[in-house]
């Protein structure tokens, strides 16, 4: 992989990706002569990849989105990228196709509209499938980044064949994409997979306002697991530092350290509970586990002997995510690969 850094604080990564020919890809476009680029909107990074007409990237571009709130430059800062992308491929701007992203918040997939981003960004009501069309000139179609991850676990990921599971997004937040009978679901009022304020046993029962961190997420999210060990920490109790983060407290657990043992076991426990539920209502027996948190194989393995010990006919199914930090990039290229095809069956 090449990687060049330029000027604007942006980096364009040239790579040769498998093709992705799997059990629930869609079939091709009409035309195969094309391009398309999926796009992972986040709180700190903006992550754009261009995709041929089978799926396979062919350049990458990311660049810093801290301190970039306003969706006008956050599109200004796209448009500016697929630039960037046709040129390092030398693509002419007539082949591109669509254009689709991830959007960490509530989104109305319908009406193109995110109704509500994390605290990270704080938008609300942004016409955001409009604002892109208009700066690349293309078919756009955007979703939440969790329901996106989940589209990319299905098409190429840990999820491929599955017909119903649901994948964990377990970062500075938490978050779920569910899929049933192939398809996510989003619920009537696209909420569906919010599970970040799920209560559950030792979570805080006070209301939260809408965009700010939930319940749950304040002992299973990354900065939740960060104040409970400093909320926990002695110094006559541990020789570890104060400040550690969620996964550094999780590799001190496998190490033996009690405190961060304790630590583990909360989380896991809790985390359990909420796939218990979840999984009697929905009976999915897979859950795929993504985000930084999530990925560690420490509170995977503690959450599987918890779920283990319930002694249900049917135990829900625990594993770690294959795309890894790229699910949502790969989730974005498979909703721009649909949007391409759907235009096409259009225009025929």
Same mark, same amino acid.
């Not at 704080?122 to 078919?139: M, N, Y």
């Not at 020789?239 to 989380?267: E, M, N, R, V």
């Given at each position: 992989?090449?990687?060049?850094?330029?000027?604007?604080?942006?980096?364009?990564?040239?790579?040769?990706?498998?093709?992705?020919?799997?059990?629930?890809?869609?079939?091709?476009?009409?035309?195969?002569?094309?391009?398309?680029?999926?796009?992972?909107?986040?709180?700190?990074?903006?992550? #754009?990849?261009?995709?041929?007409?089978?799926?396979?990237?062919?350049?990458?571009?990311?660049?810093?989105?801290?301190?970039?709130?306003?969706?006008? $430059?956050?599109?200004?800062?796209?448009?500016?990228?697929?630039?960037? $992308? #046709?040129?390092?491929?030398?693509?002419?701007?007539?082949?591109?196709?669509?254009?689709?992203?991830?959007?960490?918040?509530?989104?109305?997939?319908?009406?193109?509209?995110?109704?509500?981003?994390?605290? $990270?960004?704080?938008?609300?009501?942004?016409? $955001?499938?409009?604002?892109?069309?208009?700066?690349?000139?293309?078919?756009?179609?955007?979703?939440?980044?969790?329901?996106?991850?989940?589209?990319?676990?299905?098409?190429?990921?840990?999820?491929?064949?599955?017909?119903?599971?649901?994948? #964990?997004?377990?970062?500075?937040?938490? &978050?779920?994409?569910?899929?049933?009978?192939?398809?996510?679901?989003?619920?009537?009022?696209?909420?569906?997979?919010?599970?970040?304020?799920? #209560?559950?046993?030792?979570?805080?029962?006070?209301?939260?306002?809408?965009?700010?961190?939930?319940?749950?997420?304040?002992?299973?999210?990354?900065? &939740?697991?960060?104040?409970?060990?400093?909320?926990?920490?002695?110094?006559?109790?541990?020789?570890?530092?104060?400040?550690?983060?969620?996964?550094?407290?999780?590799?001190?657990?496998?190490?033996?350290?009690?405190?961060?043992?304790?630590?583990?076991?909360?989380?896991?426990?809790?985390?359990?509970?909420?796939?218990?539920?979840?999984?009697?209502?929905?009976?999915?027996?897979?859950?795929?586990?993504?985000?930084?948190?999530?990925?560690?194989?420490?509170?995977?393995?503690?959450?599987?002997?918890?779920?283990?010990?319930?002694?249900?006919?049917?135990?829900?199914?625990?594993?770690?995510?294959?795309?890894?930090?790229?699910?949502?990039?790969?989730?974005?290229?498979?909703?721009?690969?649909?949007?391409?095809?759907?235009?096409?069956?259009?225009?025929?």
């Amino acid at each position: 992989m090449h990687r060049s850094n330029r000027r604007d604080g942006s980096t364009v990564e040239k790579s040769q990706a498998s093709s992705t020919n799997d059990m629930q890809q869609a079939p091709l476009a009409v035309s195969d002569k094309g391009y398309v680029v999926g796009a992972d909107i986040g709180g700190t990074n903006l992550r #754009l990849a261009l995709a041929d007409m089978t799926g396979t990237i062919v350049a990458k571009w990311s660049s810093s989105t801290v301190g970039v709130r306003g969706e006008h $430059l956050v599109v200004d800062l796209i448009r500016s990228g697929v630039e960037h $992308l #046709l040129q390092q491929a030398s693509v002419p701007r007539s082949a591109l196709r669509s254009i689709a992203a991830g959007v960490p918040g509530v989104t109305d997939v319908d009406a193109g509209v995110v109704i509500a981003t994390s605290y $990270l960004m704080g938008w609300r009501d942004v016409p $955001l499938r409009t604002l892109l069309e208009e700066a690349v000139g293309v078919p756009a179609a955007i979703d939440n980044d969790v329901n996106v991850a989940a589209i990319g676990e299905s098409w190429i990921g840990a999820a491929q064949g599955v017909r119903d599971f649901i994948f #964990l997004a377990i970062g500075t937040g938490v &978050g779920a994409g569910i899929v049933l009978n192939g398809h996510p679901f989003r619920g009537m009022g696209w909420t569906a997979g919010e599970i970040g304020y799920m #209560l559950v046993p030792g979570a805080s029962e006070e209301p939260v306002e809408r965009g700010k961190p939930g319940a749950l997420e304040g002992i299973i999210g990354g900065e &939740g697991i960060k104040e409970q060990w400093q909320n926990l920490w002695h110094r006559g109790d541990t020789a570890l530092a104060k400040d550690l983060t969620a996964t550094q407290i999780f590799d001190h657990a496998l190490k033996g350290d009690p405190l961060a043992q304790t630590i583990l076991q909360h989380s896991a426990r809790t985390l359990g509970y909420a796939i218990y539920n979840i999984s009697l209502i929905l009976n999915c027996s897979l859950f795929v586990l993504g985000g930084g948190v999530g990925m560690h194989p420490a509170l995977r393995d503690a959450t599987q002997r918890i779920l283990e010990e319930r002694g249900t006919r049917t135990c829900p199914k625990l594993t770690h995510s294959t795309l890894g930090e790229n699910a949502q990039l790969m989730g974005a290229i498979r909703l721009a690969l649909d949007t391409a095809n759907e235009q096409s069956l259009l225009l025929t």
